[in-house]
Structure formats: structure tokens, C-alpha cells
């Protein structure tokens, strides 16, 4: 029988391994990632990103302090010069685990599963927010967002306007949260700091009758989701930030 010192020794251990570990001070020098995990920022490079039909990173996207952070747009900044951030790979079935925090009346996204739809010139024919889902970001307290959509489906956590996150326990603008979105064979479930918050299958009925009955409706992204894609971070024009982005592909 294990005595209880011991076994609190070994939770610990597997604890400083999981992705749910505590959250390191901003700057801090990242650990070494757990056995089978990539990492796509763990505080300097942004080489595993580009904007979403473009090239290379979008201006406003920065690393700084070991933080990809989107600052608020410039009075003499150009829209043309902002686009939505994704992955330079594309994944099916994997573990995405990073941390958010918004700004006060911050709203911002993440997309996964994401394909692009371009046409000339590095222009988008569609945004990624018509064709993938999207875990929520967004300051529940000062957003109106929160108060839109059906049940809450549109806060922090939500699969945006389609499932709401409960419990919802999302921390106030300024503060990290911390989540993980699982992809397995089209099922798909989301933790919150610690928490699963949603659960669901891709192209169930249940799924389409959330679709025709959202801003989602006729489009045929959600009709007939993509089984892959890219993961994608949302310029919305508010500053967010993100830290120990990380995958593990099943």
C-alpha cells in the first residue's frame, strides 16, 4: 500500500508534467515540453504562424516578454495590415493546450480545424470565422457579446454562438486562462481552467440543429466541417495575449 507522503510525491510529479501545471511569471524561461508534445510558441519565435492568406505574420502580432501578444490597432495603421493568425501546419486529431488573457471589453477567438479560403493578392474570399470553429475569448463583464446569443454561447469558453461553456468560469480581463481543446475523430471537448466546459461531435444532428438555429446558418463550413485544418488566433481589434502554445497529435 503507498503511504500517503509518497503518493502525494508522485501527484506532484505528474502534475509539473501536465499542461494543466501552474502558470509561470510573464518572462519566465518555458520547461522543456512533455514527451510528445511540439511546441508552437513558447515565448520567442513565431515561426510555426503566418496571417490567415498571407505570408508571413501579420503587423500587430508580436512576441515580447515571452508573450505573442496583438496589440490594439494604431490611429495610422491600415486594416489591410491586420489579418486573424494561424498555424503553418494543419492537424486532424491533437491536443491543443495554451494560455489567454483580454484586455477590459477584449473580445478575441481560437479556431481550429481551419482551412482558408484566398484568393489573389493575399486577400481572403471568406474569413476563417465562416468556416471554423471557435473557442471564445472575450471579457465576459464589459462585453456585449456575453449578452448575446442563446444561454451564454457567446462567452468565454463557448463554442462561439453554437454550445455555451458550463460551467462558466472564465477569470476577468487582465487575468490568464488556462485551456486545452481535444480533437478526436470529430469529437471535440474544451477544459477551461481545469474544467470541462464543452463536449460534442462534429455533424450529429444535435450539432446541426445548433448550427440552423446560429448566425452559422446556410454556411457551408458548419454544414460539412473540415476534419483538419489549421489553428488560428482571432484579431478582433482588441488586445489579447497568449503564452506555452503547445499540440500533441494523436
Known amino acids: 500500500m503507498r503511504s500517503a507522503p509518497l503518493a502525494a510525491c508522485i501527484s506532484a510529479a505528474l502534475l509539473a508534467c501536465s499542461p494543466r501545471a501552474t502558470p509561470a511569471p510573464e518572462g519566465a524561461a518555458s520547461p522543456p515540453e512533455p514527451p510528445g508534445w511540439q511546441s508552437l510558441f513558447a515565448g520567442g519565435s513565431l515561426a510555426e504562424w503566418r496571417g490567415y492568406c498571407r505570408p508571413s505574420v501579420p503587423e500587430g502580432w508580436v512576441a515580447e516578454d515571452g508573450v505573442l501578444h496583438l496589440k490594439a490597432p494604431g490611429t495610422d495603421q491600415p486594416n489591410a495590415a491586420r489579418a486573424d493568425l494561424i498555424t503553418r501546419g494543419e492537424y486532424e486529431n491533437f491536443e491543443l493546450a495554451l494560455e489567454w488573457k483580454i484586455s477590459e471589453g477584449g473580445n478575441s477567438g481560437i479556431f481550429f480545424l481551419a482551412p482558408e479560403h484566398c484568393g489573389g493578392g493575399g486577400q481572403a474570399e471568406a474569413p476563417i470565422f465562416e468556416s471554423a470553429p471557435e473557442m471564445q475569448i472575450l471579457d465576459n463583464e464589459r462585453h456585449p457579446d456575453a449578452k448575446l446569443g442563446v444561454n451564454g454561447n457567446r462567452q468565454a469558453g463557448s463554442l462561439y454562438d453554437l454550445i455555451p461553456a458550463s460551467p462558466q468560469n472564465a477569470r476577468p480581463a487582465g487575468e490568464w486562462n488556462q485551456v486545452e481543446i481535444q480533437v478526436d475523430h470529430g469529437r471535440v471537448s474544451f477544459r477551461q481552467n481545469e474544467q470541462t ?53 494523436r
Open 197 to 249: 466546459v464543452v463536449e460534442y461531435e462534429l455533424g450529429t444532428p444535435d450539432f446541426q440543429a445548433r448550427v440552423a438555429a446560429s448566425k452559422f446558418k446556410g454556411s457551408r463550413g458548419f454544414i460539412d466541417p473540415a476534419r483538419r485544418g489549421h489553428i488560428g488566433l482571432q484579431d478582433h481589434g482588441n488586445e489579447v495575449w497568449f503564452r506555452k502554445i503547445r499540440i500533441r497529435e
